[in-house]
């Protein structure tokens, strides 16, 4: 018996392998599926199933790339419906693996297709289950994903995933091993804990959703908190549903190295220049226009978040990396990839074209110019509960994941100075970048973010809301 988990941290997201006897199945791939051929080759054995646990909101799933690569059977379980060739699993089926075998655990709630899969050794004893979203470690997948107008509402779910929960999972002996789709930082749950695994035992005793004394506390206390789902998960949910091209297509179109000449006959209204370097190289001096969403953090999350599907975009990245650019926005279903910028912003430099800055300014400068500058504002541009427990007194909240809503920067304006901070420095610059494009160009951006401002307790003044205090 062979397990590995592979997981991807800029999206918290696990897909599996795992392998008897030469044959091997992979649980939830990503869309770039190089790393579970290169294993399966590297290991002589061969992918007969792909177990899809359920439709996921948050990637675009690989198992179509992958089935036409391998010749792997996909797997999904009851009332899945789809526009490319499925098993729809019944409840309770079993699927063969060398000397393992893995029963289907139709466990709907989080949406009503989703499936855990029970591995078994060859003696028949459970040996660990794979549970997608249905079971996280801390957490259980939230319930509002997959309403249907006036059908389905997020409390029904709630209680069919309570119902799953107690008949399907609840029942398994304490030792059998969790592994779930997600771990902390995914927003398909609210509080999902920083391991990426555990067991029956320790989830029971710990998850604070399987501590609920009955049906309806336990409904109340997974849809209370839930925060708005990324506008990308509909999308997202639809494509694997649905199907989608292949990423070699996307590669093939996506990755045209372009000269500034080309470059700069494609920018129009209509088209996106992402620049996916570091934070700190973005400031110094990008492509006028140029939305910065850096490698270096959850960059797919935010590209998903915040960018058009519908427009062409451009990128621009630090030589070398174009193709990770590309590849890990096609994870959250970007398909509209016209090229790249050959040479990297270097080039543009060196032909001389116009560039545009955002001014970094130190926490001690800030609080400097505070007292004497009647026109400062400062923007806090973290997720409201983090604003909630504690902030700078005065400033203005606009959740980065909120700044594309009509209205969220009606209060800025042209004539004042703006400060905008995120906790260490990442949100910030991606904020700073599409307000400029707005045309609002008098901002700074506070390195190092509210960690660094709260390292000069006596400089600034902090309060927190009510809604925290309560």
């Known amino acids: 018996m062979f397990i590995k988990q592979l997981y991807t941290g800029c999206i918290s ?3 599996y392998y795992i392998e008897s006897n030469g044959v091997a199945a992979v649980i939830d791939p990503l869309r770039d599926i190089e790393q579970y051929i290169e294993l399966a080759n590297e290991r002589k054995a061969s992918i007969r199933y792909i177990f899809e646990t359920h439709f996921h909101a948050d990637f675009v799933s690989g198992h179509i790339d992958l089935a036409a690569a391998t010749g792997a059977t996909i797997v999904y379980g009851p009332n899945t419906v789809t526009k490319y060739p499925v098993h729809v699993a019944r409840d309770g089926e079993v699927f063969k693996l060398g000397n393992l075998s893995f029963e289907v655990l139709h466990t709907p709630g989080h949406t009503l297709e989703s499936s855990c899969y029970l591995l078994k050794d060859e003696t028949g004893k459970d040996i660990a289950i794979f549970t997608g979203d249905t079971l996280f470690v801390g957490d259980v997948g939230r319930p509002d994903l997959a309403q249907k107008a006036n059908e389905i509402s997020m409390e029904d779910l709630a209680g069919m995933l309570y119902e799953s929960l107690q008949s399907k999972i609840m029942p398994l002996a304490d030792e059998v091993v969790v592994y779930p789709a997600h771990g902390a930082g995914s927003s398909c749950g609210k509080s999902l804990g920083a391991e990426t695994h555990s067991t029956i035992g320790i989830q029971k005793a710990s998850n604070y959703a399987l501590q609920a004394e009955s049906k309806d506390a336990f409904i109340k206390a997974v849809t209370e908190g839930l925060g708005t789902p990324p506008p990308y998960f509909p999308i997202n949910a639809s494509i694997n549903r649905e199907g989608y091209s292949s990423l070699d297509s ?16 494609q920018i129009n209204d209509n088209t996106l ?13 990008f492509v006028p226009g140029s939305i910065n969403i850096g490698l270096n953090g959850r960059y797919a999350e935010w590209a998903g ?6 427009e062409p975009i451009l990128i621009v990245a630090e030589p070398g990396k174009e193709k990770e650019s590309l590849i890990r926005l096609s994870r959250v279903g970007f398909d509209k990839i016209v090229g790249y910028l050959s040479g990297g912003f270097a080039a543009w430099q060196e032909a001389g074209e116009p ?35 504690e902030h700078v007194k005065e400033a203005l909240n606009i959740p980065l994941d909120q700044l594309n809503d009509p209205g969220s920067m009606a209060n ?13 420095g990442y949100r910030s610059v991606i904020a700073a970048s599409m307000i400029k494009r707005q045309g609002i160009h008098n901002i700074r951006n506070v390195v190092g973010g509210f960690d660094a401002i709260k390292q000069l307790p006596g400089k600034f003044k902090f309060e927190k809301t009510e809604a925290a205090l309560n």
């Open 355 to 389: 560039i545009d800055m955002i001014i970094d300014v130190e926490a001690d400068e800030l609080a400097m110019d505070m007292p004497f500058d009647d026109n400062l504002v400062i923007v806090d541009v973290r997720r409201e509960t983090e604003y909630d427990n």
């Open 13 to 15: 997201e696990a897909a």
């Open 305 to 310: 978040t915040l960018l058009s599907f519908e």
């Open 412 to 424: 800025l304006e042209e004539q004042y100075n703006i400060y905008i901070h995120c906790a260490g």
């Open 250 to 265: 996307l590669i093939n179109k996506g990755l045209q190295p372009l000269t500034v000449a080309e470059f700069k006959a």
């Open 273 to 285: 220049i992402l620049d996916s370097r570091n934070p700190a190289d973005f400031t110094m001096g």
